[in-house]
């Protein structure tokens, strides 16, 4: 195993998202040297390690245990053993199980070594085309029609580009308020089965998103990444509103400060949102 120098330390490794070919070697080293092998279903992971031939211990981590288990790989480490943790594809702790462990073992004082791999966020944006200079991973949006649409609206403004995961069963109704609550005009970039037979990577402008997954049915199956780019770029405010935001501002965090500027000058939320993380980057 690598850095074995460091003493005892706990390897993060990514894997493959789809197509098994897509590990590192040292993912692939580190694997073979671990004693025990901390992953989410224990099935899955056996089949890409059985692919290289690779033998060890393997220990369940998933949402409802990662806690306990935690305590098990940092008993593990105290032994001495070598131990490796990964999810059931990509990154782990990325939308993913794994940052309870970390925690849990660096609080240990044992050391904690990344190995960089797959993730579903970067692989679909090195293919998006979009120039946005910033991206912001918003993860999985809240499964709930309200706190989802909430959330669309509280990213709206964040001059970025915004990258989501979505299920299959969930794509429609997502696509669906990101078309309805964000600028017709911005770019959706839905990235399907990634590394995988059927992968499918298309742009087009959000207002169009639910046509285009109503259009066939095999658009609306796999796993997904949304990225939606960034927002227009915003009319500048006028010298009196722009005054009143400086002055709520200097008070209030950015939410309020815009709210109330919004009802006192009656200008955009949006703009004055966006004008006032500009204000505060500065
Ligand atoms: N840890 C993973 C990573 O680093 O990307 C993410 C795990 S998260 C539980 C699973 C979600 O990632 C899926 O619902 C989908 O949104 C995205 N994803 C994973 N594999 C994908 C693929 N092959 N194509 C598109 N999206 C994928």
Not at 20 to 49: N, V, W
Not at 59 to 83: D, F, Q
Not at 116 to 140: H, K, N
Not at 209 to 226: H, I, Q, S
């Amino acid at each position: 195993m690598e850095n074995t120098n460091t003493t005892s330390a706990l390897y993060v490794v990514a894997t493959p998202l789809g197509n098994l070919d897509d590990i590192t070697l040292r993912a692939l080293a580190t694997l073979r040297g671990a004693e025990l092998i901390a992953c989410e279903d224990t099935r899955h992971t056996r089949h890409l390690l059985d692919r290289h031939g690779i033998r060890a211990q393997l220990l369940a981590v998933h949402e409802h245990n990662e806690s306990a288990a935690a305590e098990k790989l940092v008993a593990a480490l105290r032994e001495g053993r070598r131990v490796a943790l990964v999810s059931d594809a990509g990154t782990p702790g990325i939308s993913d199980p794994g940052a309870r462990a970390v925690a849990a073992v660096r609080a240990a004082g044992f050391a904690v070594v990344p190995l960089p791999g797959p993730s579903a966020a970067v692989t679909a944006l090195s293919a998006s085309g979009l120039a946005d200079a910033r991206y912001l991973f918003a993860g999985f949006l809240p499964t709930k029609a309200t706190a989802r649409r909430a959330a669309i609206e509280e990213l709206a403004a964040v001059p970025a580009a915004l990258v989501f995961y979505e299920a299959p069963h969930r794509i429609e109704e997502t696509v669906a308020d990101l078309a309805a609550l964000l600028e017709p005009g911005r770019t959706l970039v839905v990235a399907r089965e990634l590394t995988k037979l059927f992968e499918q990577i298309v742009a087009m402008p959000v207002a169009e998103g639910p046509a285009w997954l109503a259009a066939d049915a095999n658009r609306r199956r796999g796993e997904f990444v949304l990225i939606v780019s960034g927002p227009p770029p915003r009319e500048g405010l006028d010298t009196a509103t722009e005054r009143v935001l400086k002055t709520l501002l200097a008070e209030l965090p950015v939410k309020q400060a815009a709210k109330l500027a919004a009802e006192i000058t009656g200008a955009a939320k949006n703009d004055l949102y966006r004008r006032a993380l500009e204000l505060k980057a500065v």
